[in-house]
Each structure stands twice: as structure tokens, then as C-alpha cells.
């Protein structure tokens, strides 16, 4: 399958990625590239109704296990039913995080077999890989400061104590590290424009759209 049309990005909550992409789908639509956003977990009406069940707040008894399984379940359904298909049809995919989150958080942050974990993220995927992942890199501190501002509700992830998320930091910057022919890192400190155009310049590179 040629992945060159499919870019993930990551980060930990509050590195501020969820506006990037939507910046860059308007910056390609405007230079006439229909980007499809696809958001894990979810995706699907069936991956959505999983995501609600990973994110429920009440659910605190989830076991780190069964949480693995439920965004490689998610996540295998996004690809087998959508980004495959989509992929094959020639369409551009930008991924609000793909199985990158999953070692990340499952593996580095829950300490999870990381052989195992990316077993199941072959498994899930049927070997698909992004051609460029961009790791919007925050501080921990600076997230929970922007998590404390936000002043919205806590899903059950964002609850989680900001030791966890330092794990999962550092388990970015070793992933960014091992693949860095292709992992982007973009300083997420930065402010949004800056990073909007930043993030513009290098897809359009990518993509040949200049
Ligand atoms: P979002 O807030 O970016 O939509 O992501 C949902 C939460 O799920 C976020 O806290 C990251 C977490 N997550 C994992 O722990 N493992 C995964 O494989 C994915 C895709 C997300």
C-alpha cells in the first residue's frame, strides 16, 4: 500500500495538535487539496462508540490491558474500514494520532511489554505506518498549566497525574529518536501561527504542493 498520502500527528493532551490539523486541512483546502481529518480513537461509528468508552471519565476501574485492546480495536476498524479503502482511492489523510499514541501512552506510560506493543500495532494496522508523523513537543509542566487554563472537564486520560505524562514525553522523543526518518519534531511552545506555518511549509513540501 503507498502510505505517501497519510501523515499522523502526536503529542501528549494540550500540545495544542488538535488546532494544527484543522489549520492545515484549511491551508491544503485553500490550495485545493481535500484532506480527509480522521481522529483516533474514533473515526467510525464503531471506533466513536469505543472512544466513549475509553474516554468516560467513570470508568476508573479500566484495566491497562483492556485499555490496549480498545484502541487497537478502534484503530483497526478506521483502517480496515476507512483509511485503506481511501488510501487505495488515492485520497490525502491526515491522522489526529495513529498507533505512535498507542506505544506512547500504553507502552511508555503504562509500562506495557513494548514488543508486545508493537505487535499489536502491526496487528491492528495490517503493517500500515504513516509516511510522516509530526510530534508537536510540549513540557508536561506547560501541558497541565494549559490543562488547568482550559478550565474544561478532565476526560478519564487527562486526569491522570502529570508523572504519566512524562513518561509518555519521553517516550515520544525515544520514538521521534529510533524513526527519525519520519518523525517531524515541532516545538509546540511556540505560538499557533507560528507552528501553523512551520507545519504548512514542511507538508507542502512533502506532498510536492508548492
Ligand atoms: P485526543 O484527546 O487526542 O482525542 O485523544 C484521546 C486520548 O486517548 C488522549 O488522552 C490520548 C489517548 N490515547 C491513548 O492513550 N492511546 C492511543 O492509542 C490513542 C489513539 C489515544
Request: aromatic share 10%; charged share 25%; glycine share 8%.
Amino acid at each position: 500500500m503507498d502510505n505517501t498520502r497519510f501523515i499522523s500527528f502526536e503529542g501528549i493532551d494540550f500540545c495544542g495538535k488538535s488546532t494544527q490539523v484543522r489549520l492545515l486541512i484549511d491551508a491544503l483546502h485553500e490550495r485545493g487539496i481535500h484532506a480527509h481529518l480522521l481522529r483516533e480513537p474514533g473515526g467510525t461509528e464503531i471506533s466513536e462508540k469505543v472512544r466513549e468508552i475509553l474516554l468516560n471519565k467513570s470508568h476508573q476501574a479500566m484495566h491497562p490491558r483492556a485499555e490496549i485492546l480498545l484502541y487497537s480495536a478502534a484503530r483497526a476498524q478506521l483502517v480496515h474500514e476507512k483509511l485503506l479503502p481511501m488510501l487505495a482511492s488515492g485520497e490525502y489523510i491526515i491522522a489526529d494520532r495513529f498507533f505512535d499514541s498507542t506505544t506512547a501512552y500504553q507502552g511508555f506510560g503504562r509500562g506495557l511489554d513494548l514488543s508486545f506493543v508493537n505487535q499489536l500495532n502491526h496487528f491492528a494496522t495490517s503493517g500500515l505506518v504513516p509516511h510522516k508523523t509530526f510530534l508537536l513537543s510540549i513540557s508536561p509542566e506547560e501541558a497541565a498549566r494549559r490543562r488547568k487554563s482550559a478550565g474544561r472537564a478532565n476526560d478519564r486520560l487527562e486526569s491522570e497525574h502529570i508523572s504519566f505524562y512524562r513518561q509518555i514525553e519521553q517516550g515520544y522523543r525515544q520514538l521521534a529518536e529510533d524513526f527519525s526518518g519520519r518523525f517531524i519534531t515541532i516545538p509546540g511552545a511556540g505560538s499557533v501561527e507560528n507552528i501553523a506555518g512551520e507545519i504548512k511549509r514542511q507538508v507542502f513540501k512533502i506532498w510536492n504542493l508548492e
